[in-house]
């Protein structure tokens, strides 16, 4: 069974940092594509970063130069490093899977439909 668990998040004041991980639990990581989402309430699901398992990173552009996504495949767990916070960033943000590597076709995060595996999500606020 394949879990992905989240960790990280929180509040913080804007101009400030915060690291989500998400720990993936029942394969092995290295050779998938993941990528991290965030969804507001009563709006869909949006792609915020992306890496694929040839090691391109990808990124919407509202968040680019501030975020940063990484992998640690020793520890199976993939990273969003977010600089720079924005009121504008605040969500419930949630790690996924990409089990056909479809950013690599598209060269860009495909829709939340083309994922299989999700983290539970956690909150990120950030106050003016």
């Known amino acids: 069974q394949v879990h992905l668990v989240q960790s990280g998040g929180g509040s913080v004041q804007a101009g400030g940092s915060l690291r989500l991980s998400c720990a993936v639990f029942g394969y092995t990581y290295s050779g998938y594509c993941m990528a991290w989402f965030r969804q507001d309430p009563g709006k869909q699901r949006e792609g915020v970063a992306g890496?694929?398992?040839?090691?391109?990173?990808m990124y919407t552009d509202s968040v680019k130069g501030r975020f940063t996504i990484s992998q640690d495949n020793a520890k199976n767990t993939l990273y969003l490093q977010m600089d720079s916070l924005k009121p504008s960033d605040t969500s419930m943000y949630y790690c996924?899977?990409?089990?056909?590597?479809?950013?690599?076709?598209?060269?860009?995060?495909?829709?939340?439909?083309?994922?299989?595996?999700w983290g539970q999500g956690t909150q990120v606020t950030v106050s003016s």
């Open positions: 996924a899977e990409d089990p056909t590597c479809m950013m690599t076709v598209l060269g860009g995060i495909p829709g939340y439909q083309h994922f299989r595996y």
């Open positions: 890496i694929a398992n040839d090691g391109r990173t």
